[in-house]
């Protein structure tokens, strides 16, 4: 048993000693430093906004405050106002109100420069250029189709180019629409219905011409003065497009309409050219976008305001009259020497453009 022990004793002592004499490991290698991570590539740095000095625009129109021909220059000036950053505003000044309500003086102000941006008829225009009566040749178009497919083709840039040569920039196209004669006296049903009836019409020789054909004692007066005539008698009756009648309340002075497509007038919306001239590229692109958006909404807001109307007039008891096929050929026989007298002021070329 000692012998064991002592055995197991040496044993221990070398085991221990072989413990001791031994390397340590080696500690685990460090983990190599990540290599940096490459730039981001980077592009060219994206080119500053344009700014735009401020500036404020008059906008002016014949009809009243509250039709869509003043909301046609609310818009644009919405759009410009907003791609601008609130550098060019618009003020809207329905009515002519800059010039006393007279619609011609309301043109000439943007020719000379006194009014920046314009919207009127282009039977007010023809006073500058009998040419652009060429629009309102009577029963010219048939419908609202006929009329888009014309001013937005050939014949509007053809009396564009009429417009543009007075000095102004033409921003788009609106809409009078078709005029429909409204009277206190009796129905218009027919060409003898006409006969006699003393009519406010617009200052224009074309429609001067038809409406004398028609039978009418027509006389001219400014859009202004027309409800107190109809209240006082001087006149019996006149014609408009429907939102510009209702606008002026012409339904308190009158029992009947005739609705129908003998007279069309459209709305040169224009910029004095000057101003256009002056403007930045960049703006002169604003300005260009946001008046023709804005031309082909009004039409649009014209167009359903036009049905509106009707409705609003028949519910309140005016009597609304459409015409036969068999009136309305009668009157567009009446007119037809129109064409013949006038095609050699408003030119074959612009008449072909608007009748073929």
Known sequence: MKKFLALALALAMALSMAACGSKPAAPAPAPAPAA??????????????????????????????????????RQFGKMVSDATGGAVTVDVYAADQLTAGNQTEGIQGAIDGTIDLSAHSNLIYSSFDPRLNVVSLPFAFSSFEDVDAKLDGEAGKAVGKVVEDMGLHLLGIGENGFR??????RPIDSLAAM??????????????????????????ANWSEVYTGLQTGTYEGQENP?????????A???????YWTGVYDCI????????????SPELKAIVDEAGA??????????????????????DAGVVVTELT?????EFKAASDPCYAEFEEVLTKELVDAFTK
């Open 325 to 329: 096929p068999e009136a309305a050929a």
């Open 293 to 314: 958006k804005a031309a082909q909404q009004q039409r649009k807001l014209q167009r359903e305001e036009d049905q509106v109307v009707l409705k609003k007039w028949a």
């Open 36 to 73: 940096p991570a490459a730039p981001a590539a980077s592009g060219e740095a994206a080119p500053a906004a344009p700014t735009f000095e401020k500036m404020t625009w008059k906008f002016a129109c014949s009809a009243t405050e509250n039709t869509v021909w003043a909301d046609m220059g």
């Open 268 to 279: 040169f919306f224009t910029m004095n050219g000057e101003l256009y001239d002056s403007l």
């Open 252 to 258: 308190e002075v009158q029992k009947y309409v005739t």
């Open 195 to 220: 006969k006699g009836l003393k009519l406010r019409v617009a200052g224009s020789q074309l429609l001067n011409a038809a409406y004398g054909k028609w039978g009418a004692n027509w006389s001219n």
């Open 180 to 185: 429909h004669p409204t009277n206190s006296v």
């Open 242 to 250: 429907l939102p510009t009648a209702d606008g002026a309340s012409i």
